[in-house]
């Protein structure tokens, strides 16, 4: 068995987020562990919530969204790059002020510092990036 | 296990998000003792020799020990710590780096 990590910095619009889908599940469902998934950059829209779930141009989101928290897959989001873009969960909404808006982070999903990047790319015997 | 990670820098500094980003995981990998090198292509060359802060923004890579190369043919005149290397040397690299990150 060997760790597998990704790296998503595809935004929801590139096929890069889909093809990094589907090699989640292709890790998922083999014998091989799939260690972290790592969104960064642009990547970060995947995680968002708020997003147009129905919209066929927004099927990378939801397809991500649904799989994250119905697999419990372990999705880590830079939070740096997710602040930016206007992604955040609670904790870092009330950290910022905005006590009356609820987080945008989708279910399943973390906000992370790039530590656990680092981590990922030590701990795990491959790193995919996609972007 | 990655000991050695290779990114392709392709965005320019003071174009969005993604020059900072791109410095903030390399500098982030190389603060935890990843052997950490970038490799400039020639758009965010242009833009950094134009910069009056170029000197700041390169220092900041090798303060922390991260080796900057480019294609000889791209790299301006001008950009201190970046090594000029010859399609040969980069391909030698690419191949010997553990990881490599687009970004």
Known sequence: ?131 | MADSLLFVVRQPPGRGAGWRETIDMALTGAAFGVDTLMWLEATPLKVLARRADHGQLLAELSGFGIRCVARQEDLPAGLPGIEGLDSAALHTLRRHASQMVIL
């Open chain 1, 1 to 131: 068995m060997i760790k597998v990590s990704l790296l998503v910095t595809a935004g929801p619009q590139r096929p890069g987020a889909l093809t990094a889908l589907h090699t989640a599940q292709a890790v998922a469902r083999s014998s091989h562990q799939l260690y972290r998934v790592f969104f960064y950059g642009e990547g970060v829209h995947l995680a968002n919530r708020l997003a147009c779930r129905d919209d066929a141009l927004c099927v990378a989101q939801r397809d991500w969204q649904t799989l994250v928290a119905e697999q419990r897959w372990p999705a880590a989001v830079c939070v740096g790059a997710a602040l930016k873009r206007g992604i955040s969960d609670d904790a870092e909404a009330r950290r910022a002020g905005l006590s009356a808006v609820s987080g945008t982070l989708a279910e399943g999903f973390t906000l992370v510092g790039l530590g656990d990047w680092v981590d990922a790319l030590t701990q795990s015997d491959r790193v995919v990036h996609f972007g």
